[in-house]
């Protein structure tokens, strides 16, 4: 009983929120490694770009709430998501018209780019904290859990109770679906195929009658709808705030750049690595190990390697080591 207690309780406070966190990771990530591998430079506005389309989604949630309009057991921002991610499709391809495009025509170095990345995400960031300030808001309703830790209690006669909230089983689920979405429609239409050739040999592309123009503008939607959706899940998971998306930027760079940047496959895969070092660094493991020890026995401390305050310096040590000794990340993606 002591080994399914100490398995709940990893369960509880690593697995799940782990799972969970590297899902929205990995799909914060996913566009960043799209802008890289077509666009060719390293988008600092992805994290504003994510809390534009989540304050969207949160405007349109208390709209649709305050109108009577709810999801049943499911949060209403699903129903407010399509609209996050057609306002937010409209911001990047207009942001990308009057500022990259320019560039883009000049072929400016990637630095340049950057640099204007950066005057971009302030400018986003500043829109957002106008809009719906700088407070935490939450905006998550329906049902809280899928199953509460007193009712797998009950359930099973365990002293500790798994609890798997709402938000976690739609993050998972929802960003199972969307990364579905994306490799076939990278893998098997002719637009993707077309993306996929613009990234590979954008020369060759271009003497084979691929349009760029159609090409950036499919790329900024997608990473429109991948921003979107990864915000709003992060959002019902936790809270927004749009600073907090701000620092979200650090951990969503070291996933794509750990996993390979320039490969989808790499940026799923270091999402999740990104997650479970972060969570399993700064979990006090003392209560597992009360559980796996002998009885009665407690171990001193908290088993703790690192505090929480120290989160997101996890995903930098694995970024700066993954630089040092694999610049090309685990996939063997793009040198940075």
Known sequence: MDILNAFVTLLNFVIIPATAYGAQLALGALGVTLIYGILRFS???HGDTMAFGTMIVILCTWGLQGAGVTFGPLPTALLALPVGIALTGLLVIGTDRVVYRFYRRQKAKPVIYVIASLGVMFIMN???????GVDDQRFADGERFIISARTFRDL???????AFRTSQGITIVVALIAMGLLFWFLNRTRTGKSMRAFSDNEDLALLSGINPERVVMITWLIVAALATTAGTLYG??????????FQLLLPIFAAAIV??????V?????????AFSEVGVT????????YLGPEGWSPDGLMQ???????????????????????TGIMKGKSV
């Open 266 to 274: 790499g940026a799923i895969l270091g999402g999740f690595l990104i």
């Open 259 to 264: 996993g390979g940047l320039g490969n989808p």
């Open 126 to 132: 500043g829109i957002v904290r106008f809009i719906i």
């Open 236 to 245: 019902l998971d936790k809270s927004f705030k749009a600073f907090t998306y």
């Open 305 to 327: 390697l690192l505090s929480t305050d120290y989160k997101f310096a996890v995903s930098f040590g694995i970024l700066l080591i993954v630089l040092l000794f694999r610049p």
């Open 156 to 162: 099973t006669g365990l002293e500790e109770g798994l």
């Open 283 to 290: 979990y006090a493991f003392r209560k597992v190990v009360e």
């Open 43 to 45: 988008n600092f506005a």
